[in-house]
């Protein structure tokens, strides 16, 4: 078997993904690598000793590439993902797809007119807690679903979203949408289905503020992220411009008429999200998302409060990588270029979650009005639902 040859376009926090795909004479091998930052480019080259460091993506487009790892920024997604699929590369795009609604239906339609293959990096759908909560409810622990609830503790919401580029709209649209295009899109799948209305609140009611502020834009992630920064008001060097939530609520209906409702919180002491998800049945939900969590199963009776689930099943993984999820998200992109074939993620799926995210953060600032989502081209939903093959 040959090497796929592939290239890293974002030498950022997510760009450590690449190195599962980085197996030289094993099936895939990183040949080139591209970000405008120099000291970056020489970092990244001390792991992939052997690749072409570039200033620009656009020197990648005639290496002739089987793929592409795109974690740049969020608003960095869309033209360079479009850029790679016409010149016939396929692209892995770290989610979000894209910081807008439109954005999206762009990429899928470069997608869909050049043939090349994309994957984008939805890697929750890997990750062993939601694999659990999914399986338990097709095998009917709680009948047929009506109702999921999310909760999102982002304990590290001042160092992660409010020191660099995602305090910043223009770049993210918000972290509605940034932050919660995961949890949208495993409520989706869990669903069976897709959000057609939403409407939400939310504003900026802790960060705003905090007056001491610092231009980072030549520092990288692990420059300004720190385990002691607490309590979230004694944050220092918060980003020039911060208009971004940290505090929201999202109300959505979906195609099937299930409801759900997204919390979102960037300055809980913890770190985790909480799921409850309501059937016919029965709940579940999950306590800790990681190795050392579990999922509890409620379906037996009624009751008042009780600890003791009718089912309880502990969540395996990892407590890193999300849930060491990572390395497989890799390995089925590697996989799907190399042989095509069905993937735990979807584009359309993706979309979806954008889609939900751009509105309900539309929403928010609109004093809450609702609105909807405009249908994806039934063209790009067999396309891409029939495993990206006309």
């Given amino acids: 078997m040959s090497d796929l040859r592939f290239g890293l376009v974002g030498l950022g926090s997510r760009s450590r ?28 080259l001390e792991r992939y000793p052997d690749a072409t460091a570039y200033g620009d993506h656009t020197e990648l487009l005639d290496l002739k590439l089987d793929g592409v790892f795109l974690t740049t920024p969020d608003d960095l997604h869309e033209g ?14 770290e989610k979000p797809l894209a910081i807008t609604t439109e954005g999206c239906d762009r ?25 659990t909560m999914r399986q338990l409810i097709q095998d009917g622990a709680i009948g047929d679903v009506k109702a999921i609830w999310c909760r999102h503790f982002v304990g590290h919401g001042g160092d992660f979203y409010f020191k660099d580029w995602h305090a910043d709209r223009r770049r993210s649209t918000g972290l509605l949408l940034q932050k919660g295009a995961h949890d949208i899109d495993v409520m989706h799948w869990l669903a069976g289905g897709y959000t057609t209305r939403v409407n939400a609140m939310g504003a900026l009611t802790l960060y705003g503020g905090i007056e001491d502020r610092l231009d980072r834009s030549d520092q990288r992630f692990g420059d300004f992220v720190s385990e002691s920064n ?77 600890e003791d689930a009718d089912q309880v099943v502990e969540i395996a993984g990892e407590t890193e990588h999300h849930g060491g999820a990572d390395p497989h998200l890799v390995a089925e992109f590697i996989r799907f270029v190399r042989d095509g074939g069905a993937t735990l ?46």
């Fill in 17 to 44: 993904l690449a190195q599962y795909a980085h197996r030289p004479g094993e099936g895939s091998a990183i040949v080139a690598v591209a970000d405008p930052s120099a000291p970056q480019r020489e970092l990244t």
């Fill in 80 to 93: 360079p993902a479009i850029d790679f699929l016409e010149a016939g590369v396929s692209v892995f795009v």
């Fill in 107 to 131: 990429v899928l339609r470069a997608a869909y007119d050049s043939g090349a293959r994309l994957y984008v990096g939805h890697n929750m759908r890997h990750m062993p807690v939601v694999l």
């Fill in 230 to 306: 607490w309590p979230p008001l004694e944050q220092k060097g918060l980003a020039p411009v911060m208009d971004v939530e940290d505090l929201s609520t999202a109300n959505l209906l979906l195609d099937n008429g299930v409801l759900m409702t997204y919390e979102q919180c960037h300055y809980t002491p913890d770190y985790w999200r909480n799921y409850t998800v309501i059937g016919t049945h029965g709940r579940l939900e999950n306590f800790g998302d990681t190795a050392g969590g579990v999922v509890k199963v409620w379906n037996s009776r009624r009751s008042g409060y009780r």
């Fill in 345 to 390: 993620t979807s584009p359309v799926a993706a979309r979806a979650a954008v889609a939900a995210g751009y509105a309900a953060t539309m929403s928010l600032r609109s004093n809450g009005t609702p609105m909807d989502i405009p249908p994806l081209d039934q063209t790009l939903i067999n396309y891409f639902d029939n495993g990206q093959v006309r």
